[in-house]
């Protein structure tokens, strides 16, 4: 049998619970054979043991996951952001229709409500509104 693609042939020791381990496994990291198995298993080690040495080592599988983690967070939370911004408008613009609010009242009612959201962490609930109007 011809020499592949430059790979040199060794003798290994493993336990037979180690080569049950790699007759078992391989195929699920779709490897070819049990030696590319054992080739990507050794590669691998070797990466994470160097890791402590070198922090620029990291999986690009993990990194792209992470990424991708990120930008759906990103993008739910831009999506909720929106649909909360046109309720908000909604309600904004039937208070603007039924009521005469003077800039100054506004401008006292934002500085209220500011410091109000502040003190409760930044959560403002219609709990929370009810209880203020009554002065608890």
């Given at each position: 049998?011809a020499?592949?693609?430059?790979?040199k042939?060794?003798?290994?020791?493993i336990y037979?619970s180690?080569?049950?381990?790699v007759?078992?496994?391989?195929?699920?990291?779709?490897?070819?054979?049990?030696?590319?198995?054992?080739?990507r298993?050794?590669q691998y080690?070797v990466g994470?043991?160097?890791a402590?040495?070198?922090?620029?080592?990291?999986?690009?599988a993990?990194?792209?996951?992470?990424r991708?983690?990120a930008?759906?967070?990103?993008n739910?939370?831009s999506r909720m952001?929106?649909?909360?911004t046109?309720?908000?408008?909604?309600?904004?613009n039937?208070?603007?229709?039924n009521?005469?609010?003077?800039?100054?009242?506004?401008?006292?009612?934002?500085?209220?409500c500011?410091r109000?959201?502040?003190r409760?962490?930044?959560?403002?609930?219609?709990?929370?509104?009810?209880d203020?109007?009554?002065?608890?």
């Open positions: 049998m020499n592949p693609k430059g790979k042939k060794f003798l290994l020791w037979p180690t080569q049950e381990l007759k078992n496994n391989y195929r699920k990291d779709h490897c070819k054979s049990q030696s590319e198995f054992i080739e298993a050794i080690y994470r043991v160097n402590e040495d070198d922090t620029s080592y990291l999986p690009n993990f990194l792209s996951n992470m991708a983690i930008s759906e967070s990103d739910r939370m952001l929106f649909k909360l046109v309720e908000l408008a909604m309600v904004m039937l208070m603007a229709a009521y005469e609010i003077d800039p100054e009242t506004l401008e006292r009612l934002r500085g209220s500011v109000e959201v502040k409760l962490g930044g959560s403002f609930s219609m709990e929370d509104a009810v203020w109007q009554r002065g608890s």
